[in-house]
């Protein structure tokens, strides 16, 4: 029998709660245990690339006064144990000086050990938008898994990978504003309507300075790329008219020219003398008698 999908299972492994005491309720089969922490070692495949200190901070000091309240996750690795979830609170109760910190014993494998961690920031909605896409990569590009497999795995739909994955195509300096919440998903899907990483660090930096909403970065990002696209089909047009004015001076052996006003236009043949006339209506296969 297959394993089920991680992204339902979680809740049954790190229930909603903050009570040790519930989460024993809930995982009749697991064990709570009290770990040193020098015997923890951190997870390699930590999806999370930054903690924002404030909150780092304020889980120090939520530690001091109440304990760790929610169980960290761990495997063993030999004499020692690798943390699977929980970074937070390992890296809190050490900044706090505790010397030893709640855990659960799981069996997983490296995939398993990625999932659990990354499902566990997601429910959580701890993970930035980029460690979040890059977590989905990791699992693609480490361990073999299609979208669909990860899509599956994780308990999200697959359009919601896939767009998420995305903003992975932006240029890093992008990218970092999103990390830092300077810039959101919504303003950064609008860049990726931009051609070049050029201009989406450019429009990013109007973005912020400007303090332009979703709705404002899409319009200016839509006129932005029409006037790219109508200047990009004028020269093309100009030149196949050069080319026709071209081939039509070769045709006649005199000067032309063609104005164009917008779709219409008009073309001027010259002639130097009654005679030339005659030349040039005979190469259309007229004549001077038939005119008249």
């Given amino acids: ?3 089920q999908a991680l992204g339902m299972g979680l809740k049954a492994l790190i229930p909603d709660t903050d009570l040790v005491e519930d989460v024993k309720t809930h995982l009749p089969n697991d064990s709570v245990l009290s770990l040193d922490v020098n015997q923890i070692v951190p997870n390699p495949y930590q999806p999370r690339r930054d903690i924002d200190p404030k909150k780092l901070q304020d889980l120090v000091e939520s530690i001091k006064e109440k304990g760790v309240v929610q169980p960290i996750l761990v495997r063993r690795k030999g ?7 929980g970074e937070r609170r390992f890296q809190a109760v050490k900044i706090a000086k505790f010397d030893e910190i709640p855990a659960i014993l799981r069996d997983v494998d490296d995939v398993e050990m990625l999932e659990l961690a990354l499902i566990e920031n997601i429910q959580r909605e701890d993970l930035n938008p980029v460690d979040e896409a890059m977590a989905y990569r990791q699992l693609m590009d480490e361990f073999g898994q299609t979208q669909a497999e990860v899509a599956k795995r994780v308990g999200k739909e ?3 990978l896939s767009n998420s994955m995305r903003l992975l195509k932006l240029p890093i300096k992008v990218q970092n504003r999103l990390r830092s919440g300077l810039l959101s998903v919504g303003h950064a899907r609008a860049l990726l309507g931009l051609p070049t990483s050029v201009l989406q660090e450019k429009f990013c930096e109007q973005i912020i300075d400007k303090g332009l909403t979703v709705r404002d970065t899409e319009k200016m990002i839509r006129r932005e790329v029409q006037k790219m696209n109508a200047k990009s089909h004028q ?6 008219v050069q080319r026709v004015k071209e081939q039509l001076q070769q045709h006649f052996q005199t000067k032309i020219d063609i104005r164009k006003r917008g779709k219409k236009g008009k073309l001027y043949i010259e002639f130097y003398s009654w005679k030339d006339l005659e030349r040039v209506l005979d190469l259309m296969g007229l004549s001077v008698d038939e005119l008249s």
């Avoid at 004499?79 to 979830?85: D, G, K, S, T």
């Avoid at 020269?235 to 196949?240: A, G, H, L, T, V």
């Fill in 1 to 3: 029998m297959g394993r």
């Fill in 79 to 85: 004499n020692q144990y690798e943390l699977i979830a």
């Fill in 235 to 240: 020269p093309r047009k100009d030149s196949q």
């Fill in 158 to 160: 697959r359009s919601t």
